[in-house]
Structure formats: C-alpha cells, structure tokens
C-alpha cells in the first residue's frame, strides 16, 4: 500500500493501520536492532561543523556493538553540554565512561557528565594520591612501634587498605592499573609515561575488537605511540583504526617521520583519525602518508566505523524510519490539525511522500 492509499483511508481502517504497525513484533524488532558502529567528536580545538564551540581538549562518543562510552570529557562542562546537545547526544544514556588521563583538558567537563548522569561507571587510571582517588595497603609507609599510640597514624593500628578520596567523591570510579578487558571484546590498556615532560603519568586506551581489526581511541598517547600499538597488538595484531590525541603538537620533523612510519610501515594501521594534541605539523605528514586512509576527525565529525569507515559530520542520534515508519508517520500526520484539508497538498506536504513507491 502506498502513502497516497494510505491516506484516503477511512478513520476505522486508519486505526486497523496503525495499530498493526504497532504490535510487539514490530517494537521487539526496532528495539534490537543495533546502531552503526562510529565515534563522534564532541570535544577539540578544530573542526568544520558550525554551531559547535571550539576549544583545547578532548571528548568523543564511542558506540560499538551494544555499548555507548563517552571516551574523556573535554576541558570545559558548559562547552561540553553545549556540543553534546548542538549534536543530539544525551550523555544520561551511556553504559560506562572512559577517562584516559588525569589532565585537565580531558577530564574538565566532568561535572556536566555528572550532573546528568551522576551514577555512571567510570573507569579511570589508578595513581597514587591521583585525583580519581586511590588505595594502598597501609604497609606503604614506616612504622615506629616504640613512640606513644598519640604520635603513631590510626594510634598504630591503621587499616589494612587505606582509600583516598577523589575530586568527585560520589562519582562511580573504577581504577584500572593494568591492562582489562572490561566487556566482551572492549578492552583497556593501562601503560605509563616515560617521557620526562610526563613521568609516570597513567594512561587508558580504549581497544575495541571488531571483525576488521582493533579500533583504538587514544587521549593523548603520552606513553608513546610505540607502547600503545605493542600493547594492542598482544590482543590483535590487526589495528584497523586509531582515532584521538597523537600528542606530536610540538615534535620535530624527525619524529613526526618516525611515529608516520611506525603506523604506516611497521604497524600497518588501516586508518587513521589524528586530533586534538597531534599537532598541524603531524596531521599534513599523516595526511601524505595514508592518503585516502586518512580520515578527518575534527570537532562534530562522526566516524562510521566498518571495513571501510565512512566519515559524516552532525551525529544526531535520531534513528533513520524505514518504510513502515514512514507509512505510519504519513498516517498520524493526515489525522493531525496540521495537515492541509485539500487531498493533493496533504499529500505533497507528507515527508517522503515522493519516495515511496507502491509496497
């Protein structure tokens, strides 16, 4: 039946339509089915979509299988509520959250997060003393048995595990210090800077396994591109994607060349999405290096992930009708006060009245 038959329908025969579009087996099928695979920027310093507020650091929304993670949360919360919603991102409905590092312009915009979904799982590296709180058995410092219990911590009995608190004392952390797989083929690998500007600083990559290969979301790659892709390669040695922060903002030619190689040449990546902190110097080599592997991944861009991802901008979350949608939609639309009385307008005016042919 098409849209034109549709709406020549009397009021009964309408209700019949409807509610047959409506039956169980219909909401069954359009609640499992799943969404595509893709990352979106909701936070950097670059980008091509209007209406959407540039600035230093980093956030994206993963969706993969069944999951959605918000993958760090930028630098500022109100730049970060407004992208989200510039971009139709509704960060109360996430399954976890993944905070790569402990710099501000990654973890910022936490309070916006928390604030409309308070209760979230956050996974976060585990440092001591670090501001995603901490534990350490309380063997951890010298004791003196022979001073008086009121010159001794916890009168010479202290717990033992001592917890530290965090910035956000009633968020839902969870600290991670090695590598994990934290559900069924998305993992977390736990490395730690050796670079001087960054010693010891904890780092999370995100690892995704999907049937092309890992898709890697990276902060800012201070433990180095090198460690990041040996530590992915020990789950799979295909990386198909690495997205995020390359943390080449101020290198050299020298190294820029080396990392481009490292990707290219010995790791073999398929594609690469470089923003944030990879620096206008790197995105030019890393552009004349993959060529058409290369995807842009500025602010609002979203990346469709698959065999060969495919690169959009304004990632609205709105599901796309098929036919039987539409028909209804057309149904509810004529029944309305705001459809036109005359047959023929009514009928141009449906969306999609011209799409569809006879079913």
């Known amino acids: 039946m098409n849209e034109r038959a549709l709406l020549a329908l009397s009021p009964f025969a309408l209700c019949a339509f409807l509610s047959a579009c409506t039956t169980p087996h219909n909401v069954q099928s359009a609640s499992v089915s799943p969404r595509q695979p893709r990352i979106t920027v909701l936070y950097d310093a670059f980008g091509k979509a209007a209406g959407l507020q540039k600035d230093w650091g980093y956030s994206a929304l993963v969706e993969a299988g069944d999951k959605r993670i918000l993958f760090d949360t930028g630098d500022n919360p109100d730049i970060l509520e407004a992208n989200s919603k510039a971009l139709g991102v509704d960060l109360s409905r996430l399954d976890f959250v993944v905070m790569s590092h402990r710099h501000g312009d990654h973890m910022g915009g936490m309070e916006y997060l928390l604030k409309v979904n308070p209760h979230v799982k956050i996974y976060a590296p585990k440092e001591n003393f670090g501001v995603y709180g901490a534990s350490l058995p309380s063997k951890f410092y010298r004791k003196n048995d022979k001073l008086p219990p009121y010159l001794r911590y916890y009168d010479g009995s202290p ?16 600290l991670i210090d090695q590598t994990k797989e934290i559900a069924p083929g998305i993992h977390l690998l736990a490395l730690v800077s050796d670079k001087p500007t960054t010693l010891e600083l904890k780092e999370l990559t995100l690892a995704i396994q999907t049937p092309d290969g890992l898709v890697l ?17 020990s789950i799979d040695s295909h990386i198909h994607l690495i997205a995020g922060g390359f943390h080449l903002v101020v ?6 060349a080396q990392v481009a190689a490292l990707l290219h040449d010995t790791a073999k990546v398929d594609y690469i999405a470089p923003g944030h902190c990879t620096g206008e110097p790197t995105f030019a ?8 592997r290369y995807l842009y991944a500025g602010l609002g861009t979203s990346i469709g992930l698959g065999a060969r991802p495919q690169v959009g901008s304004g990632a609205s979350p709105a599901l796309a009708l098929d036919a039987e949608d539409r028909a209804t939609y057309a149904v509810l639309y004529a029944l309305s006060e705001d459809a036109p009385s005359d047959e023929d307008a009514l009928f141009a005016s449906v969306p999609w009245s011209q799409e569809l042919a006879l079913r």
């Open 159 to 174: 717990p033992e595990t001592m917890v530290f608190g965090s910035a956000w004392p009633r968020a839902n952390f969870e």
């Open 217 to 233: 979301v990276v902060g800012c790659s201070h433990p180095g591109l090198d460690k990041i892709v040996a530590a992915a390669q």
């Open 251 to 256: 290198a050299t030619d020298e190294t820029i």
């Open 285 to 292: 080599a890393l552009m004349q290096a993959f060529g058409d």
